[in-house]
C-alpha cells in the first residue's frame, strides 16, 4: 500500500508518519508552495508536490488534479496531516472510503475548529485526539481511533501533549492500514 500525505503548514505529523512507514509513503501533497512539510519531505527524500487552488480554474479542477497526481504515483491511502482544505466530491468519489484524518480533539468536541487545542484550553477542557475517516462533512467521518488526554494549566504542556499523542496515535492507525 501506497500513501500520500496532505499538509498544508509545518508536517510534524508527516515527520512522525515518515519515520515510521518512510518506505510507504509515495508523496507528500500541500496546498501552499512555501510550507515546511514540503522542506521535511526533500530532507527525507519523499517526494513532494504542492498544488495551491488559486492557480487552478475552480475547486473541481483542483481536486481533479489531486486525482491524477495519486492515481500517477499509485496512492491506495490519504492520510490528512494538517491539510487544512475541505475535501469534496471530486477527491471524495475518487477515493472514497480511503481518507483518514486526525483532529486535536476528542470529536465531536471542538469539531471543524482550526483552533480546537486553544479553544479546549481556554475552557479548561480535557481535550483528545481523533482519526477518523473523511467523508462529506467537517470532522464527522466514522471515527477510527480516538484518546483523551487530561487537562494542563500551562498551554505550551497542553499543546504539546496533544502533539506527542497525534505522533504516536497517528502512525499506529496507519500500521493497521499497511498490514
Avoid at 515527520?15 to 518506505?23: D, E, L, R, Y
Amino acid at each position: 500500500m501506497r500513501i500520500a500525505v496532505f499538509a498544508s503548514g509545518n508536517g510534524s505529523n508527516f515527520q512522525a508518519i515518515a519515520t515510521q512507514f518512510k518506505t510507504a509513503v509515495a508523496l507528500v501533497f500541500s496546498d501552499h508552495h512555501d510550507a515546511y512539510v514540503l522542506k521535511r519531505a526533500a530532507h527525507l527524500g519523499i517526494k513532494s508536490v504542492s498544488i495551491e487552488l488559486k492557480d487552478c480554474q475552480n475547486k473541481e479542477d483542483y481536486e481533479r488534479k489531486i486525482v491524477t497526481l495519486c492515481e500517477e504515483n499509485e496512492v491506495s491511502l490519504i492520510v490528512l496531516a494538517g491539510y487544512m482544505k475541505i475535501i469534496s466530491k471530486t477527491l471524495l468519489d475518487a477515493y472514497k472510503g480511503r481518507i483518514i484524518n486526525i483532529h486535536p480533539s476528542y470529536l465531536p468536541d471542538f469539531a471543524g475548529s482550526p483552533h480546537a487545542i486553544e479553544e479546549s484550553h481556554a475552557r479548561q477542557h480535557g481535550c483528545g485526539v481523533t482519526v477518523h475517516f473523511v467523508d462529506e462533512g467537517v470532522d464527522t467521518g466514522e471515527i477510527i481511533a480516538q484518546e483523551r488526554l487530561a487537562y494542563l494549566p500551562d498551554l505550551c504542556a497542553y499543546e504539546k501533549s496533544v502533539h506527542d499523542l497525534e505522533h504516536r496515535l497517528y502512525p499506529e492507525v496507519i500500521g493497521r492500514f499497511l498490514k
